[in-house]
Nanobody, 123 residues
């Protein structure tokens, strides 16, 4: 069974950086499409970034140039490096996995989710 565990969230001031990790078990990262999503209180879930087994990436316009998604197949882990953080980046961040949907930033395309890690950015 595929299992995802996020870590690396925390509180940071605006213009700071954080790196989130998503460790997977029960599957091979190279067989899946991976993505990061976020959801702020009272807002819709938003796709942030996705990556496929060949390293091709997709980003939401709101994070382009600031966030970088990457993966380490040996560690079965996906990362989200977040630079130049803004208060509007405050949200619970989730990673998701699904084969065959690479490039998608639509949550309904993914069936396996982690429990989330909170990111809070203060001004």
């Amino acid at each position: 069974q595929v299992h995802l565990v996020e870590s690396g969230g925390g509180s940071v001031q605006a213009r700071g950086s954080l790196r989130l990790s998503c460790a997977g078990s029960g599957y091979l990262l190279s067989d899946y499409c991976m993505a990061w999503f976020r959801q702020a209180p009272g807002k819709e879930r938003e796709g942030v970034a996705s990556i496929d087994s060949d390293g091709r990436t997709t980003y939401a316009d709101s994070v382009k140039g600031r966030f970088t998604i990457s993966q380490d197949n040996d560690k079965n882990t996906v990362y989200l490096l977040m630079n130049s953080l803004k208060p509007e980046d405050t949200a619970m961040y989730y990673c998701a996995a699904e084969p065959g949907v690479c490039g998608s930033l639509f949550g309904y395309d993914y069936n396996t989710w982690g429990q989330g890690t909170q990111v809070t950015v203060s001004s």
